[in-house]
């Protein structure tokens, strides 16, 4: 496949997969990060790295006007739910404005945008499970909202321009280059304390659940949603507590240590599985890698990028 495509936040963990992706399908690939959470070293060299904030309306739109992307992947986001508590003016500027900027970038240079929002932070506690995405959102942090508030522009943008705009709505997604050192990411969290011989803190007392997803499948799924009109639950439809998560990575590593159990923090889901059927029956799409050997993939690239020069994560 050729054509160029625009992928914001691709400095990020899932971004950095989906650019090394698009580039081995020959694609031209220009990527959109402040690097506030991003690193420059996870860009591929095929990649073209431009260091805009989405909020900075101009910079976008001559961004796009440069590049003239078929193809647009807005994966930059204010991601961190207690960032979003903390500051939640910040969070609406980053996730509803800077969205509405791409969007507009978007429609300028006749491209369809996939969006990345939650869908474990948008549904609520009170949410049947699995989650279908026809459940009304009912987000317990300010992160889920303007999340929600950017989907909504990215339908109605759809809409007005007649260009098919898709949504992905993310389980919790895991994989190789996931920071260790964020709020979130349990995996790599969990990781970092098994490699460095530190109990971690396991929050809820281990019960909540989380519906995790391989980031590879993910970035598939990104892919398989580019030119379609749709909301997708992105994710597997498999509850794992964390309790089972910690037990499991110890096995794989060999390393025994006694976690520390707390309350859940604010904002946090008790449960989470979302419905993919949808995903399955109009994307031809599902996820392929189970939580046992995307656990074992994990663990053990989280362990070469450790060990790797200069490659502790910022
Ligand atoms: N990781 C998950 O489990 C998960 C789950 C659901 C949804 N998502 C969504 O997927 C996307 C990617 O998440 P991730 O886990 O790779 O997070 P990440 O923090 O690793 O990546 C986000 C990227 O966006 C960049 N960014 C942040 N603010 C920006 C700004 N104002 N301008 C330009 N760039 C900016 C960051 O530098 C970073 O590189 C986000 O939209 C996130 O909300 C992630």
Request: with cysteine; glycine share 10%; net charge negative.
């Amino acid at each position: 496949m050729s054509g160029t495509a625009i992928v914001t936040g691709g400095a990020g963990f899932i971004g950095s997969h989906l650019v090394d992706a698009l580039l081995a399908e020959g694609r031209q690939v220009s990527v959109i990060d402040d690097l506030s959470a991003g690193r420059e070293s996870r860009v591929a060299e095929g990649a073209r790295l431009l260091k805009i904030d989405i909020v900075d309306r101009e910079a976008v739109l001559a961004a796009f006007a440069e590049a003239r992307p078929d193809a647009v992947f807005h994966l930059a986001a204010q991601a961190s739910v207690t960032a979003s508590v903390k500051d939640p003016l910040r969070d609406l500027q980053v996730n509803v404005a800077g969205t509405l900027n791409v969007l507009d970038a978007a429609v300028a240079a006749g491209a369809p945008v996939v969006f990345t929002s939650t869908g474990g932070a948008l549904y609520g506690d009170a949410a049947p499970l699995p989650t279908p995405e026809s459940w009304l959102p009912a987000p317990l942090a300010p992160y889920g909202a303007s999340k929600w508030a950017g989907e909504a522009y990215v339908n109605t943008w759809s809409l007005s321009s007649g260009i098919p705009n898709a949504i992905c709505r993310l389980g919790n997604v895991y994989g190789p280059r996931q920071s260790p050192h964020g709020e979130a990411g349990v995996v790599a969290i969990f990781s970092g304390c098994i490699h460095e011989g530190r109990a971690p803190k396991i929050f809820g007392h281990g019960r909540p659940t989380r519906d995790y997803v391989y980031v590879q499948d993910v970035v598939r799924a990104l892919i398989a949603s580019s030119g379609r009109r749709g909301t997708y639950n992105i994710a597997t439809s498999v509850e794992t507590d964390v309790a089972t998560l910690w037990s499991e990575l110890t096995r794989i590593s060999g390393v025994e240590l006694e976690p520390e159990l707390a309350d859940l923090r604010a904002g946090e889901l008790q449960k989470s599985r979302l419905d993919t059927g949808f995903a399955e029956r109009e994307l031809g799409w599902r996820a392929e890698v189970d939580i046992r050997e995307g656990l074992r993939r994990t663990y053990e690239a989280l362990v070469k990028e450790f060990q790797g020069a200069g490659a502790q994560p910022a």
